[in-house]
């Protein structure tokens, strides 16, 4: 663990040994450290890499304030893993078919109008398991859609968006433990209305900032001041995400599972409650002898015991983790590989072929749609894994198999 320290700003402490911290996610750590509220200091895990106005691999916590940029748009976003009771033998010898059957069962990508359409908010005919899934989300989006018209008019159409992956960096994998134990993974989050929520309340913040004439190194780091009527507002729609993005996986698995036992002829057990757990996000915590906001911007909640899920990209190895409960990094660990270029930078540099050689042995996308997902876009995981070998300790690793992406 390495600490940076500037002159009058909070400490910054980042497991960061033997991976790679760029010039602007470093600027982007060190803005955010010279920010009034910050408590202790900044804990950076080693999948850290530049973000809309605080990296990705964040951990701030702070008191009496939010950033809204630091919790970013895809509120709630966060994996979910079950360990099934299939093993490799029970598969069939080609994999297409499984993929194929993952792909019907759940909305993933764009429409073929291409653009930003999502194909999720085209969805007709909702399962029965989703419409269930949102009739039991907690907190109530109604207390702020009135005052917020924005958010009302996305939120007349989330139900559509429950139990669908979305595009980018979100993915639904078949994966194979030490053992041969067959695992079902996915990534997504809160979808359309956490985007909206998270985008609204980040340029309300930044209204404000300008009414006040408080001026911040970086715009994205706008913030909402606690004990005011826009926290207030904020925090009911950000809770309410995260619980639709935790309802929104756990629909997703139920579909998965169903699909796969419909496309193998067979019925497996399946656990889904195993692991889902959050990596964008706020929870209220006690550190330090204070009890204060933290904010995971792409970093997991890892406290002693505290099962965690920590992906590579879709050619590499995935982990299952149990936490360590280590207080300099506020219990936390690493989301993942964390990016080493951009979209734009990988679609440049790479080709389709360099994409199937790095898939190999991987029934997933092999076009030029998906190259900016490509495995050399990402860090080794094997050295995010080793810089945070005091976070987190291995229960199971994983090597897909099967990769469903939007």
């Not at 059957?101 to 930003?116: F, K, L, Q, T, Y």
């Not at 989050?189 to 209204?207: C, H, Q, T």
């Not at 076009?367 to 080793?386: H, L, N, Q, S, W």
């Amino acid at each position: 663990m390495q600490v940076i320290k500037e002159d009058g700003k909070a400490p910054i402490k980042a497991w960061i040994d033997g991976v790679e911290l760029e010039d602007a996610a470093r600027q982007q750590l060190i803005n955010v450290s010279s920010l009034p509220f910050i408590h202790k200091h900044i804990a950076v895990m080693p999948d850290v890499h530049w973000g809309m106005g605080a990296t990705v691999g964040s951990v701030i916590p702070t008191v009496g304030a939010i950033i809204p940029a630091a919790v970013g748009v895809d509120i709630g976003c966060g994996m979910m893993a079950v360990k099934t009771s299939l093993k490799a033998s029970d598969l069939p010898d080609h994999l297409l078919g499984i993929r194929t059957a993952i792909e019907a069962a759940v909305p993933h990508g764009r429409s073929d109008n291409g653009g930003s359409d999502d194909i999720g908010r085209h969805r007709k005919d909702i399962p029965s398991v989703v419409v269930q899934k949102f009739s039991e989300l907690s907190g109530d989006l109604g207390v702020i859609v009135g005052k917020h018209e924005k958010i009302e008019r996305a939120a007349e159409g989330c139900l559509a968006h429950m139990g669908t992956l979305g595009t980018g960096n979100h993915f639904i994998e078949i994966c194979l433990d030490e053992e041969q134990s067959v695992w079902i993974m996915l990534h997504s989050g809160s979808r359309g209305i956490g985007n909206k929520i998270g985008s609204y309340f980040i340029e309300k913040a930044k209204e404000d900032m300008r009414r006040w004439f408080i001026n911040l190194p970086d715009q994205d780091l706008a913030y909402i001041p606690e004990g005011s009527e826009l926290f207030g507002d904020y925090m009911k729609g950000l809770h309410w995400a995260q619980s639709f993005a935790k309802a929104n996986r756990e629909a997703m698995m139920i579909l998965v599972v169903e699909a796969i036992k419909k496309e193998m002829g067979r019925e497996f057990d399946a656990d889904v409650t195993a692991v889902n757990c959050h990596h964008n996000y706020v929870n209220k915590e006690h550190h330090y002898g204070k009890s204060v906001w933290v904010t995971r911007k792409g970093a997991v909640r890892a406290r002693e015991g505290d099962l965690g899920i920590i992906p590579g990209s879709m050619g590499a190895k995935s982990f299952i983790v149990r936490g360590k409960g280590n207080p300099e990094s506020f219990c936390s660990c690493s989301h993942g590989a964390g990016r080493r270029m951009s979209r734009t930078q990988a679609g440049k540099r790479f080709t389709v072929q360099d994409h199937i050689a790095a898939t190999e042995g991987v029934e997933c996308r092999k076009d030029a749609g998906v190259i900016d997902e490509t495995p050399m876009a990402y860090k080794a995981i094997d050295a995010v894994m080793a810089a945070q070998s005091d976070l987190v300790e291995i229960v199971a690793t994983l090597k897909q198999i099967v990769c469903v992406k939007g």
